[in-house]
């Protein structure tokens, strides 16, 4: 068993004695011929006989009472079982991470579509057809559908927030006396995780054991609120993840998972519950719009002394604390004396507020980075010279060293590789062609992380940790892990993820997911190889392990010989320590685009895309470069499309589906570039890899946005920004 | 989804003739219809399935046009090289329509009739009186982005999607259409799509049972075509706006107009102001900026689709200039 | 009803409102085609039906007795992959997975209305098509893929088509 607190650097493992070469590879997925042919598993994909089916029924306010919830037109329908509704156990929405259970139906509607019940039927058209025979009666009442109106009453983040505010100095001193000044307001509106797998849960029972099949993107953190919200105890609940179709942060815990346990229980079946489409706009919380002052005050030669980020964000009343934490990315990132980043959340009756990709950054970024760009010209500087002027020796906020950051490095990478020296603003018939760069930067986070890794008499290991993969690339990267500090080629290591009876992981989030998890197989296989030293009698450091061989001295002994009859287990655990305070750890980049605004009608088209980061060690080139692009094209819909509007005489996402909720299509994306400087950092964690999966993101819809206002001179403060946001700026026609 | 009886037709005449009862729809290639039907804004109660009939074909007619079966899909007519060497703007109005996988599907004739995507239609909450005649229309006062600005009533707002339709009306297409009662009826298109009034709920001038057999396009009109489509992402959007047209131009004027409109109106739209403004004018600003006071005079935005106004005047002149050969 | 699915013969009687996506699914447990949205706004559904992809959310299974169904399972399995599916393991033209199935499909019907020279709303003469990266990035955009593979997707597609960058 080994554990280690990350209090210190660890002193060195086998994996970084490894000489198997396969760690930072660019391998293919192993999972990738399941998922190609279509035998991946994802969770409504479980085969169980004699299934039924449920759908939930909503209620079409935005606040209000439930005054009658008429089934009986419902129940007559032919293949129905039951209808249950308007019961205490009915979820009225997903709890938002941070919330120990599901709200149970008490007849009050806080925000538009929460659930009042669920259609049980022998197949799936007959309970879609019941759901919707439900007349649900309701009495509006009047609700705060835009964050504005909570603004008065806004609230400061809680004790023992992600993102205290951080008030240093005096920003409005500061701001009176720099020769330069920018005092801007940025506004980005709601948007959702729209992953391609739609939320759904197959439940059953056997006694009081349940077992949840959907998509769960932290298993350790989705039981407990199971169990709370069921009342029963969590050792009793098994969840199967094995395949997640995209999570982003929003398949933490759904309130499909409660139904389906629910309708299961009553009518002693096997129940499946997919949430429609537009269902999940209003039943699984999304990211809060926000409304984000940036002060920059600096002296002519653009040295800040002013650095402020201030905003207004949203949460639905009695959801849970957690808030959009908009000023993430920016409070460690330029120095200046006199600094400002605070959030205040407004109580709204609005579907709750989560975590989406990159919480902070993804949208926070955005106004910093167009800001940053709009006093680079003020100041008549290059963007990059302006940046790197005020790049900091240490946290700026908190005054702790970095545990690494190359920022410059990225910077001038990047600038080489894009040709930004040699860019040239100019039209090509009608289209008006610019260009523009932003920063990345990404908190970094280490989480509680079990993995056990076994090596089998057949020389071959086996990891299982509930560790999970969204497509980040988990299956492959533990492989690599282990691969590499066991001697293992891939094909030799069994991966077997997303299994709450296996030991628990630190779950996908937060980009969290693949530093814990990697940490907690080497761990585990620091075990394994003292084992197969004490059986080699050598001792761990002077033995050699390669192709399934260890070798010490002149001896070359194969793992399934030295295995013999008794596998050999290994627990690897990982726990955050002092370094996450002590070090302020980040993953930082540079983004560059060169963007087309047509000059007739203000369309907009990404023509080059480009990227470099610093996110410590890659643990596989190939996996890693389009964690990078996937983040950088979400940029591209946070920039141009992405934008769930909210009806604010109702409450109602207006464009529920992805016919009008827009996210990037093919023909949106050019062939993105993406590439890394790499350093292994010590002071992160074991591994010494740093977040990657939302880094991408972070600045990514900024650096777009600067290269439009490069092209046709129009600042778009307002996201997304869409063609008709550009034409009265246009040249005429 | 309401359940339904189902039948498949396997002539014209057994169609028409299966429509006896209320409630019936005819299904082609279904993609709007199912689509519909799951949210429950259609349902039938009896679907008569046309997709197997033979009006498939497409057939060059005597005068120089095309005879086109309404089943054809929207893949196969984009494709015609027929089409695609006399009807351009059709071919490419398909093509900038809806995904490949929609297009193999969809069909000629259910595209003509095609529904709204207006996001309050589509949300059986929300009042509609196309929807659910004499509720109200939440998109007066709500989200209207993707609206009409041209045609709307006091009761409805909502826009024509199709993007095939809009080249359709510039070509001058002919509906020869299947009555239930037996006997064919020809419909210009100018004549098919109705404007909402106070009636919203009826879109054309089909009578319960009256199928679409062909769509006859008349010889081609003289000069350049185009369709320009201007829309939220690179692909798979609806039009904000769009323009199908072909111009002619003899001895330095305009001798030959037609132009239609989509994602401004309610219908696709063409009005005659616009082509009077252009014939006899030389190619210019001028003529160009009159052509698009005459299209926007009866324009009216509602808050969000306000930009449609100016956005359609700056493409339907960009075009003209495009049709015309005139820089700026 | 009777249906022809890779090849194969299946005889059963389901819901007359099941989709060809949901019999797929909820009762022949072809799962590797997937429910993204349910309306064809996403592309997750897509198979071939007599060679030609088509979003199979948003047909009636009883409207496809008489047809020719190839499905994921059908293009390739795990031990004989098609080259489509080795070039997107190749490309990473992928991450959850999810969409992928359809992606593949739809690519593979894709390059055969290629092949017959059909035009894309890219294509400067619609006369002559040629086949390179904007147009695959075009003719692919019926495939929503949210974790944002397309990059790799188009690299993938071109490797196994020969396409110029």
């Given at each position: 068993m080994s554990e280690y607190q990350m209090n210190e650097k660890h002193a060195g493992m086998a994996l970084d004695r490894g000489v198997q070469g396969v760690l930072g590879q660019p391998i293919s997925r192993i999972d990738g011929l399941a998922k190609v042919t279509g035998t991946a598993t994802y969770g409504l994909e479980h085969r169980i006989d004699n299934l039924a089916y449920g759908v939930a029924i909503t209620a079409p306010i935005g606040k209000g009472r439930v005054t009658a919830i008429d089934t009986e037109a419902a129940r007559r329908m032919p293949g129905v079982i039951d209808i249950i509704a308007g019961e205490a156990s009915i979820p009225r929405e997903t709890p938002v991470f941070g919330q120990k259970s599901a709200h149970g139906y008490d007849g009050k509607v806080e925000s538009y579509g929460e659930i009042v019940g669920v259609a049980i039927a022998d197949c799936f058209e007959a309970a879609r057809a019941a759901a919707m025979a439900v007349v649900v009666t309701c009495v509006a009442e009047p609700g705060r559908f835009d964050i504005r109106d909570g603004e008065a009453d806004a609230e400061s983040p809680p004790e023992g927030a992600l993102l205290p505010d951080t008030v240093i100095g005096d920003i409005d001193k500061a701001m009176g006396e720099a020769e330069v000044t920018l005092d801007v307001t940025y506004t980005t509106p709601p948007q959702v995780h729209a992953a391609m797998e739609p939320h759904g849960t197959i439940a059953s029972w056997e006694g009081d054991r349940l077992t949840i099949r959907a998509p769960v993107q932290i298993v350790g953190g989705a039981i407990p609120v199971i169990a709370a919200t069921l009342g029963i105890v969590a050792e009793n609940i098994r969840v199967l993840t094995p395949?997640?179709?995209?999570?982003?942060?929003?398949?933490?815990?759904?309130?499909d998972i409660i139904l389906a346990a629910v309708a299961a229980k009553r009518t002693g079946r096997t129940v499946k519950v997919p949430l429609s489409r537009q269902q999940i706009f209003h039943v699984t919380y999304g990211r809060s719009d926000t409304i984000q002052r940036v002060r920059l005050g600096a002296d002519r030669a653009g040295k800040l002394s002013a650095v402020g980020q201030d905003s207004l964000v949203g949460q639905k009343a009695g959801a849970s604390q957690f808030f959009e934490p908009v000023a993430l990315g920016a409070v460690a990132l330029y120095a200046g004396a006199n600094r400002s980043f605070t959030t205040r959340t407004a109580q709204v009756n609005l579907t709750a507020r989560g975590p989406v990709r990159a919480p902070g950054e993804a949208v926070g970024m955005i106004g910093m980075e167009c800001a940053m760009d709009e006093m680079a010209a003020k100041l008549g500087l290059d963007p990059i010279a302006f940046r790197k002027a005020n790049e900091p020796e240490v946290d700026p906020s908190t005054g702790s060293p970095f545990s690494s950051r190359r920022l410059i490095e990225c910077y001038d990478e990047g600038a080489r590789r894009f040709g930004w020296a040699d860019r040239r603003k100019r039209r090509e018939g009608d289209w008006l062609i610019g260009h523009g760069m932003a920063t990345a930067s990404r908190v970094n986070f280490l989480a509680k992380s079990a993995a056990r890794v076994r090596l089998g008499a057949d020389g071959r290991a086996l990891i299982e940790t509930d560790m999970t993969d969204l497509g980040t690339g988990t299956y492959t990267i533990l492989a690599q892990v282990a691969g590499e500090s066991l001697g293992l080629p891939i094909g030799s290591v069994d991966v077997h993820l997303g299994d709450s009876d296996f030991p628990t992981g630190a779950g996908s989030g937060g980009s969290f997911g693949a530093a814990s998890s990697a940490s907690s197989v080497a761990l585990a296989c620091e075990d394994v190889v003292v084992e197969l030293a004490r059986r080699m009698g050598a001792d761990p450091a002077d033995m050699t392990l390669k192709d399934g061989h260890a070798i010490s001295g002149n001896r070359r002994v194969s793992l399934a010989e030295l295995v013999g009859g008794s596998p050999i287990e290994g627990m690897g655990t990982i726990q955050p320590g002092s370094t996450g305070q002590a070090f302020s750890q980040s993953t930082h980049g540079a983004h560059f685009a060169e963007i087309g605004v047509n000059a007739v009608t203000g369309e907009i088209r990404v023509r080059r895309m480009l990227a470099v980061f610093d996110c410590g060690r890659v643990l596989n080139h190939k996996t890693a470069r389009s964690q990078a692009i996937g983040g950088m094209i979400w940029g591209i819909g946070y920039a141009l499309h992405e934008h769930a509007v909210v009806d604010t005489r109702t409450g109602a996402y207006v464009n529920r589906d992805l016919a009008e909720y827009h996210v990037p299509t093919n023909a949106d994306v050019p062939q993105i570039e993406a590439y890394f400087v790499e350093e292994i950092d010590r002071h992160a964690n074991p591994v010494g890899a740093k977040g990657l999966g939302e880094a991408g993101i972070s600045g990514a819809a900024a650096v777009v946005a600067n290269a439009i206002h490069d092209a046709c001179g129009v600042r778009v403060r307002d996201f997304p920004i869409t063609a008709d946001k550009l034409l009265e700026g246009l040249p005429p026609v | 989804m309401r359940t339904f009886d189902y039948a498949r037709a396997d002539t014209p005449e057994a169609a028409v003739a299966g429509f006896a009862q209320t409630g019936t729809r005819f299904i082609a290639g279904g993609t709007n219809l199912l689509d519909l039907m799951k949210l429950q804004i259609e349902t039938p109660t009896r679907l008569v399935d046309i997709s197997r009939l033979p009006l498939a074909d497409i057939e060059e007619r005597e005068d120089g046009g095309l005879t086109i079966g309404a089943l054809v899909p929207n893949s196969d007519l984009a494709a015609d090289k027929r089409v695609i060497a006399k009807y351009e703007m059709l071919s490419r109005a398909l093509l900038a329509g809806a995904s490949g996988q929609l297009r193999n599907k969809a069909t000629t004739g259910g595209n003509l009739l095609q529904r709204t995507r207006c996001n309050y239609f589509y949300d059986t909450a929300a009042p509609c009186n196309k929807r659910a005649p004499g509720t109200g229309c939440a998109a007066i006062g709500g989200f209207n982005r993707i609206m009409a600005v041209l045609g709307t009533s006091d009761h409805c707002i909502a826009s024509h999607p199709s993007d095939m339709a809009v080249a359709m009306r510039a070509l001058d297409a002919t509906l020869v259409t299947l009555r239930a009662e037996g006997g064919q009826r020809r419909i210009p298109i100018a004549e098919f799509h109705l404007p909402p009034g106070d009636t919203p709920h009826i879109e054309t001038v089909l009578q319960p049972g009256e199928l679409i057999t062909h769509i006859e396009l008349p010889p081609p009109p003289a000069g350049r075509q185009i369709y320009r489509k201007v829309r939220d992402r690179a692909s798979y959007a609806f039009a904000l706006v769009s323009v199908a047209g072909a111009v002619s131009v003899e001895d330095g004027r305009i001798a030959s107009a037609t132009l239609a409109f989509g994602g401004l109106g309610v219908m696709p739209w063409r009005d005659p102001a616009v082509e009077r403004a252009l014939i006899g004018q030389a190619p210019g600003s001028p003529a160009f900026e009159a052509a698009a006071d005459a299209l926007l005079a009866p324009a009216k935005g509602h808050?969000?689709?306000?930009f449609k106004i100016p956005l359609a005047r700056r493409t339907l002149i960009s075009c003209l200039r495009h049709l015309t050969g005139t820089s700026l | 009803m009777r249906f022809t699915i890779n090849g194969r013969s299946y005889e059963l009687d389901p819901d007359i409102r099941t989709s060809l996506l949901d019999l797929l699914?909820?009762?022949?447990?072809?799962?590797?085609?997937?429910?993204?949205?349910?309306?064809?706004?996403?592309?997750?559904?897509t198979i071939l039906v007599n060679g030609r992809r088509i979003n199979s959310c948003l047909t009636l299974a009883v409207m496809h007795q008489d047809d020719d169904i190839t499905t994921i399972e059908g293009i390739g399995t795990p031990e004989n992959p098609h080259p489509m599916q080795q070039a997107f393991v190749r490309h990473d033209g992928y991450q959850c997975g999810y969409c992928t199935p359809g992606q593949i499909c739809s690519a593979v019907g894709m390059l055969d209305e290629v092949a017959k020279g059909w035009p894309s709303h890219v294509t400067a003469d619609l006369g002559a098509v040629e086949l390179d990266e904007a147009e695959i990035s075009e003719r692919m955009s019926g495939n929503l893929c949210r974790c944002s593979a397309y990059p790799g997707i188009v690299d993938a597609i071109g490797d196994v088509a020969g396409a110029k960058p």
């Amino acid at each position: 068993m080994s554990e280690y607190q990350m209090n210190e650097k660890h002193a060195g493992m086998a994996l970084d004695r490894g000489v198997q070469g396969v760690l930072g590879q660019p391998i293919s997925r192993i999972d990738g011929l399941a998922k190609v042919t279509g035998t991946a598993t994802y969770g409504l994909e479980h085969r169980i006989d004699n299934l039924a089916y449920g759908v939930a029924i909503t209620a079409p306010i935005g606040k209000g009472r439930v005054t009658a919830i008429d089934t009986e037109a419902a129940r007559r329908m032919p293949g129905v079982i039951d209808i249950i509704a308007g019961e205490a156990s009915i979820p009225r929405e997903t709890p938002v991470f941070g919330q120990k259970s599901a709200h149970g139906y008490d007849g009050k509607v806080e925000s538009y579509g929460e659930i009042v019940g669920v259609a049980i039927a022998d197949c799936f058209e007959a309970a879609r057809a019941a759901a919707m025979a439900v007349v649900v009666t309701c009495v509006a009442e009047p609700g705060r559908f835009d964050i504005r109106d909570g603004e008065a009453d806004a609230e400061s983040p809680p004790e023992g927030a992600l993102l205290p505010d951080t008030v240093i100095g005096d920003i409005d001193k500061a701001m009176g006396e720099a020769e330069v000044t920018l005092d801007v307001t940025y506004t980005t509106p709601p948007q959702v995780h729209a992953a391609m797998e739609p939320h759904g849960t197959i439940a059953s029972w056997e006694g009081d054991r349940l077992t949840i099949r959907a998509p769960v993107q932290i298993v350790g953190g989705a039981i407990p609120v199971i169990a709370a919200t069921l009342g029963i105890v969590a050792e009793n609940i098994r969840v199967l993840t094995p395949y997640i179709g995209g999570g982003f942060g929003g398949k933490t815990m759904s309130a499909d998972i409660i139904l389906a346990a629910v309708a299961a229980k009553r009518t002693g079946r096997t129940v499946k519950v997919p949430l429609s489409r537009q269902q999940i706009f209003h039943v699984t919380y999304g990211r809060s719009d926000t409304i984000q002052r940036v002060r920059l005050g600096a002296d002519r030669a653009g040295k800040l002394s002013a650095v402020g980020q201030d905003s207004l964000v949203g949460q639905k009343a009695g959801a849970s604390q957690f808030f959009e934490p908009v000023a993430l990315g920016a409070v460690a990132l330029y120095a200046g004396a006199n600094r400002s980043f605070t959030t205040r959340t407004a109580q709204v009756n609005l579907t709750a507020r989560g975590p989406v990709r990159a919480p902070g950054e993804a949208v926070g970024m955005i106004g910093m980075e167009c800001a940053m760009d709009e006093m680079a010209a003020k100041l008549g500087l290059d963007p990059i010279a302006f940046r790197k002027a005020n790049e900091p020796e240490v946290d700026p906020s908190t005054g702790s060293p970095f545990s690494s950051r190359r920022l410059i490095e990225c910077y001038d990478e990047g600038a080489r590789r894009f040709g930004w020296a040699d860019r040239r603003k100019r039209r090509e018939g009608d289209w008006l062609i610019g260009h523009g760069m932003a920063t990345a930067s990404r908190v970094n986070f280490l989480a509680k992380s079990a993995a056990r890794v076994r090596l089998g008499a057949d020389g071959r290991a086996l990891i299982e940790t509930d560790m999970t993969d969204l497509g980040t690339g988990t299956y492959t990267i533990l492989a690599q892990v282990a691969g590499e500090s066991l001697g293992l080629p891939i094909g030799s290591v069994d991966v077997h993820l997303g299994d709450s009876d296996f030991p628990t992981g630190a779950g996908s989030g937060g980009s969290f997911g693949a530093a814990s998890s990697a940490s907690s197989v080497a761990l585990a296989c620091e075990d394994v190889v003292v084992e197969l030293a004490r059986r080699m009698g050598a001792d761990p450091a002077d033995m050699t392990l390669k192709d399934g061989h260890a070798i010490s001295g002149n001896r070359r002994v194969s793992l399934a010989e030295l295995v013999g009859g008794s596998p050999i287990e290994g627990m690897g655990t990982i726990q955050p320590g002092s370094t996450g305070q002590a070090f302020s750890q980040s993953t930082h980049g540079a983004h560059f685009a060169e963007i087309g605004v047509n000059a007739v009608t203000g369309e907009i088209r990404v023509r080059r895309m480009l990227a470099v980061f610093d996110c410590g060690r890659v643990l596989n080139h190939k996996t890693a470069r389009s964690q990078a692009i996937g983040g950088m094209i979400w940029g591209i819909g946070y920039a141009l499309h992405e934008h769930a509007v909210v009806d604010t005489r109702t409450g109602a996402y207006v464009n529920r589906d992805l016919a009008e909720y827009h996210v990037p299509t093919n023909a949106d994306v050019p062939q993105i570039e993406a590439y890394f400087v790499e350093e292994i950092d010590r002071h992160a964690n074991p591994v010494g890899a740093k977040g990657l999966g939302e880094a991408g993101i972070s600045g990514a819809a900024a650096v777009v946005a600067n290269a439009i206002h490069d092209a046709c001179g129009v600042r778009v403060r307002d996201f997304p920004i869409t063609a008709d946001k550009l034409l009265e700026g246009l040249p005429p026609v | 989804m309401r359940t339904f009886d189902y039948a498949r037709a396997d002539t014209p005449e057994a169609a028409v003739a299966g429509f006896a009862q209320t409630g019936t729809r005819f299904i082609a290639g279904g993609t709007n219809l199912l689509d519909l039907m799951k949210l429950q804004i259609e349902t039938p109660t009896r679907l008569v399935d046309i997709s197997r009939l033979p009006l498939a074909d497409i057939e060059e007619r005597e005068d120089g046009g095309l005879t086109i079966g309404a089943l054809v899909p929207n893949s196969d007519l984009a494709a015609d090289k027929r089409v695609i060497a006399k009807y351009e703007m059709l071919s490419r109005a398909l093509l900038a329509g809806a995904s490949g996988q929609l297009r193999n599907k969809a069909t000629t004739g259910g595209n003509l009739l095609q529904r709204t995507r207006c996001n309050y239609f589509y949300d059986t909450a929300a009042p509609c009186n196309k929807r659910a005649p004499g509720t109200g229309c939440a998109a007066i006062g709500g989200f209207n982005r993707i609206m009409a600005v041209l045609g709307t009533s006091d009761h409805c707002i909502a826009s024509h999607p199709s993007d095939m339709a809009v080249a359709m009306r510039a070509l001058d297409a002919t509906l020869v259409t299947l009555r239930a009662e037996g006997g064919q009826r020809r419909i210009p298109i100018a004549e098919f799509h109705l404007p909402p009034g106070d009636t919203p709920h009826i879109e054309t001038v089909l009578q319960p049972g009256e199928l679409i057999t062909h769509i006859e396009l008349p010889p081609p009109p003289a000069g350049r075509q185009i369709y320009r489509k201007v829309r939220d992402r690179a692909s798979y959007a609806f039009a904000l706006v769009s323009v199908a047209g072909a111009v002619s131009v003899e001895d330095g004027r305009i001798a030959s107009a037609t132009l239609a409109f989509g994602g401004l109106g309610v219908m696709p739209w063409r009005d005659p102001a616009v082509e009077r403004a252009l014939i006899g004018q030389a190619p210019g600003s001028p003529a160009f900026e009159a052509a698009a006071d005459a299209l926007l005079a009866p324009a009216k935005g509602h808050g969000s689709n306000d930009f449609k106004i100016p956005l359609a005047r700056r493409t339907l002149i960009s075009c003209l200039r495009h049709l015309t050969g005139t820089s700026l | 009803m009777r249906f022809t699915i890779n090849g194969r013969s299946y005889e059963l009687d389901p819901d007359i409102r099941t989709s060809l996506l949901d019999l797929l699914r909820e009762h022949l447990d072809l799962t590797g085609s997937k429910k993204g949205c349910d309306h064809g706004q996403c592309g997750a559904c897509t198979i071939l039906v007599n060679g030609r992809r088509i979003n199979s959310c948003l047909t009636l299974a009883v409207m496809h007795q008489d047809d020719d169904i190839t499905t994921i399972e059908g293009i390739g399995t795990p031990e004989n992959p098609h080259p489509m599916q080795q070039a997107f393991v190749r490309h990473d033209g992928y991450q959850c997975g999810y969409c992928t199935p359809g992606q593949i499909c739809s690519a593979v019907g894709m390059l055969d209305e290629v092949a017959k020279g059909w035009p894309s709303h890219v294509t400067a003469d619609l006369g002559a098509v040629e086949l390179d990266e904007a147009e695959i990035s075009e003719r692919m955009s019926g495939n929503l893929c949210r974790c944002s593979a397309y990059p790799g997707i188009v690299d993938a597609i071109g490797d196994v088509a020969g396409a110029k960058p």
